[in-house]
């Protein structure tokens, strides 16, 4: 290839990231693809105050950047419809696509994978997870050769920013204003802290590493919008952080697909990343544990991940697409079948409530328990492993306790 050509659809923060990083690195850019890199069409429904596309033609039908004569289209739209509608487009006209949009391959990726490969196409997504930190191409090739067991880490820049603040001592809202300031929030923020963004990535990385459906089925979700600072210093005197988590394991013939927030230990490799920082450990049978953690969000880290599948597009055989994924025979276990250990944090209206009482609750489960009373209104239990079933028939049993005005459970992760 003597010149790649490019369109990018879509015109905001990771858009013009993009376009400013490529002039940016223009040379060395170059120099790693081997070949002249040209973006000769922009789709943008409006101009953009922060970022001026010069000579750049502009559409403003983002669909008719197809029309022009480009290798490459690079889907920076975000949502779901629209950008499947493109991508779908793109690839009948034989066009290479490069996405960041998570939400897209969550909902629709085993289609768009199976399209581009009957059309010899690649669909190229570095960026939609921990967007320019390297996890996908290192699933698809570096480790290729490796049998994964377990990907765990926090997906959601937002989340471990927000939580990693709050560790410290600051407030929820304040912090959410921050990261949307900073751009590391989504247009819509609930997608971060009710959990989707981080269950979106992990859906996608268990679909390259244990080969589940895109969409998958049977996956538990949970944000972290019940979590207060209080959770904090309970979870710290009892050797816990508080962690927002996505995980995708494998165990004989079942596997677990789950986003929530947990607590882990303090001296976890995974407790010490903070702010906008993800963070993943993997566990394959042939190096063993590695970990892999960097900026998973804003607009110059997107753009390295964007501008890496551009260097790989460029050096790869283009005749030959390998979009493929592996197909998995095993089931998703569905949460209620999953076992956890659990902080459960009671609230009582005063201080003399019979622990008693409570500890038989958990005893009638046959769960065994740690219980601590920090001050007079909160007991704090940690409990060894039960399955899932169990923990709303506990919860149900406390809060008919006349005394308790609230019962909040975290899972842990050991
Ligand atoms: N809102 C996302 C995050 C951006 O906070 O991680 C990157 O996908």
């Known amino acids: 290839m003597n010149e790649l050509k490019i ?94 949009n998570k939400a897209v391959l969550y909902h629709h990726g085993d289609e768009i994978f199976s399209k581009a490969a009957a059309k010899n196409v690649h669909v190229l997504f570095e960026a939609s997870v921990c967007a320019g930190t390297p996890i996908i191409k290192m699933l698809k090739e570096e480790l290729a050769g490796n049998r994964i067991s377990k990907i765990s880490g926090m997906l959601n820049g937002t989340s471990n920013f927000i939580l990693s603040q709050m560790e410290d001592g600051a407030e929820f809202d304040t912090t959410l204003k921050i990261a949307q300031e900073e751009g590391y929030a989504e247009p819509n923020p609930s997608f971060d802290i009710e959990g989707m963004d981080a269950a979106h990535k992990i859906g996608i990385l268990s679909s390259i590493a244990l080969g589940t459906p895109l969409p998958p089925k049977d996956f538990y979700v949970e944000g972290i919008t019940d979590i207060d600072s209080k959770d904090f210093e309970y979870a710290k005197n009892l050797g816990f952080t508080i962690k927002h988590l996505a995980v995708a394991s494998l165990s004989e013939k079942s596997i677990q697909l789950r986003a929530h927030p947990v607590l882990i230990s303090l001296d976890s490799y995974l407790a010490g990343l903070k702010g906008v920082r993800n963070g993943i450990e993997i566990e394959t049978d042939l190096i063993g544990t590695l970990h892999v953690a960097g900026s998973g969000a804003g607009q110059e880290s997107t753009a390295s991940g964007l501008i890496s599948d551009l260097i790989h597009l460029s050096n790869s055989d283009i005749s030959s697409s390998s979009t493929a994924l592996l197909a998995s025979e095993a089931n998703i276990q569905p949460i209620k079948k999953m076992r956890f250990g659990y902080y459960f944090r009671i609230e009582s209206t005063s201080g003399d409530i019979d622990l008693k009482v409570i500890e038989s609750i958990f005893d009638d489960n046959q769960i065994s328990i740690n219980l601590n009373k920090f001050d007079d209104a909160n007991i704090v239990i940690v409990t060894e492993p039960f399955i899932e079933s169990l923990q709303e028939i506990v919860v149900t049993a406390l809060n008919n306790l006349d005394a308790i005005v609230g019962v909040k459970t975290i899972r842990i992760e050991f």
């Open 7 to 100: 369109g990018i659809c879509g015109w905001g923060n990771v858009a013009t990231g993009l376009y400013k990083s490529i002039h940016k690195n223009k040379k060395q850019i170059e120099a790693a693809a081997n070949t002249k890199i040209d973006i000769i069409v922009i789709g943008a429904r409006r101009d953009n105050p922060k970022c001026d596309p010069k000579e750049v033609n502009i559409e403003r039908d983002i669909f008719d950047v197809l029309n022009h004569d480009i290798d490459v289209m690079v889907e920076l739209i975000g949502g779901v419809d629209v950008a499947r509608e493109l991508i779908l487009a793109a690839i009948e006209k034989g066009i290479h696509v490069i996405t960041a």
